[in-house]
């Protein structure tokens, strides 16, 4: 019987076929391309423009790495702002922590969210939770024109390319200082610090060039590229790898504990060099 195929391209040298058991939906959004396939080895995946942005095999430890290691590290997050996310994983898991009274989701693609809905239940169960707030606009826009001061703004984009490019620039990391409390953190998904060396040295650098304080955290996500996925945070106060006060464990999570959180921080020498 004949075999269905995605063929993913990461770079001109590198590529990953995924097995497909049926694709369950596919449409051009005012954005994007967008696809949600039925994989044999990652269950449920969101594809964009070709880059496999989720999958139910292991959104698990990117949501939760991307959310609880700057979330622990920040004594009192109450006010949280996500731009992208639309699939809702991020905000399930910062809507995870008791100090968390108010989550302002920007997306700027509605069919991001309403097919994450129909397929993706474990992901946008997030979008019941009454605390959450969804804007579908630009987040660049957004953080130009809110009024609103956060403690902690997740960046939890696609990659650089598109309606994303922007959200990986100087100016924009600037417009979020500016949004952020006086102890405000800043959490983006930063890469791969071996294949996409330049996306990574760039996010560490334009947020260096804002923020006091930036550190490099890593996870291995296998349905993005092989070998570590980095997440970059900046400070204006706290220590990121410092766990804050007597935060506990949150029940349930299956990536994320106190060490993981510190041994996320421990760079390779390679990559230390990268960002020196
Ligand atoms: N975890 C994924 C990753 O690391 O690639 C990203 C998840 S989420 C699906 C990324 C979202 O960012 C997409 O839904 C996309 O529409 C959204 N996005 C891209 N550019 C945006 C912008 N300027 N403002 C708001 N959302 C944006």
């Known amino acids: ?52 942005q989720v999958s139910e095999m292991d959104e698990f430890i990117y949501h ?20 992208g996310g639309g699939d809702g994983g991020t905000a399930r898991e910062v809507l995870k922590h008791d100090t968390v009274l108010q989550v302002d989701l920007v997306e700027i693609d509605s069919r991001v969210v309403e097919n994450s809905k129909i397929y993706l239940p474990t992901m946008a169960c997030s979008f019941q939770d009454p605390r959450l707030n969804l804007y579908i606009e630009d987040g660049i ?49 930063s890469e791969s610090p071996i294949f996409y060396q330049d996306v990574f040295v760039n996010v560490f650098e334009n947020l260096s060039s804002v923020f006091d304080t930036v550190k490099v955290c890593l996870a291995p996500v296998m ?34 504990n106190e060490y993981v959180h510190k041994g996320a921080f421990i760079l390779p020498q390679f990559i230390k060099e990268m960002l020196r």
């Open 141 to 189: 826009k957004f953080v130009q024109n809110t009024k609103e001061y956060y403690d902690m703004v997740i960046i939890d984009s696609s990659d650089p390319i598109g309606p994303a490019v922007q959200l990986y620039s100087k100016e924009f990391y600037l417009d979020v200082h500016n949004r952020l409390n006086t102890d405000g953190m800043i959490a983006v998904q």
């Open 1 to 52: 019987m004949n075999q269905l195929w995605f063929y993913e391209k990461h770079t001109s040298g590198y590529g990953v076929h995924w097995r497909v058991n049926q694709v369950l939906h596919a449409e051009k959004t005012k954005y994007q391309e967008l696809a949600i396939i039925d994989t044999v080895e990652c269950g449920k995946t969101l594809v964009l423009d070709g880059n496999i």
């Open 64 to 83: 939760e790495m991307i959310a609880h290691t700057a979330m622990n590290s920040h004594p009192h997050p109450e006010k949280v702002l996500i731009i």
């Open 223 to 256: 349905t993005y590229t092989a070998g570590p996925w980095s997440f970059t945070v900046g400070s204006k106060k706290w220590d990121p790898e410092r766990i804050a006060g007597d935060k506990k464990q949150i029940n349930g999570l299956k990536y994320y």
